[in-house]
């Protein structure tokens, strides 16, 4: 009778751990390679902030300043969706960023445009590391685009401001 209650109990256990079995693996959520991506020049065209130009004056106070010249090119090629110089490496963009500061014509720095300058830097590198970083979610990378954008609108409106208080000044009362 002993040998047949422990098998009855044996026959139990097994019944019980060979229960339904439920997948184990975790569910991996697949993403979808072929997906547009979410920075597209519509995406960009519909930021809603003032997009200064500069004045004729400041354009032609500005034509030596070779780094400003190609930041100005390289955010017409962001309002694009082209990228690949605000995603590329951080030490080749702080290297520029550091040309740009230095070769800033003397007449413009002012209190105003150097800080402008910086929030213009803080706004590349943030950006910079929002498109390096996989896990940085697309809104995220789009807003940073559009900081981007305003600091560089905001630089130009200082520097139009900066130079046409320094023309009104010139002129001499009769």
């Not at 597209?40 to 004045?55: G, N, P, R």
């Not at 720095?109 to 590198?125: D, F, G, H, K, V």
Request: charge should be negative.
């Amino acid at each position: 009778m002993k040998i047949g209650l422990y098998v009855l109990s044996i026959v139990c256990l097994l019944l019980i751990g060979c229960g339904d079995e439920k997948d184990s693996t975790p569910l991996v959520e697949t993403t979808n390679k072929n997906q547009k991506p979410a920075i597209t020049s519509k995406a960009i065209e519909d930021f809603d902030y003032t997009d200064y130009a500069l004045s004729p004056e400041s354009e032609e106070a500005l034509a030596n300043w070779e780094k400003y010249q190609e930041l100005a090119i390289q955010i017409g090629y962001l309002k694009k969706a082209d990228l690949s110089f605000f995603n590329g490496e951080i030490e080749d963009l702080k290297k520029f960023i550091d040309q740009f500061k230095t070769e800033t014509p003397k007449q413009l720095l002012t209190n105003s445009i150097i800080s402008r300058t910086a929030i213009l830097e803080t706004m590349l590198l943030k950006l910079n590391e929002n498109l390096t970083l996989e896990n940085i979610d697309d809104k995220l990378k789009l807003l940073s685009v559009r900081e981007l954008l305003v600091a560089f609108s905001n630089l130009n409106y200082q520097i139009n401001k900066k130079l046409e208080s320094d023309i009104f000044n010139e002129i001499q009362p009769e």
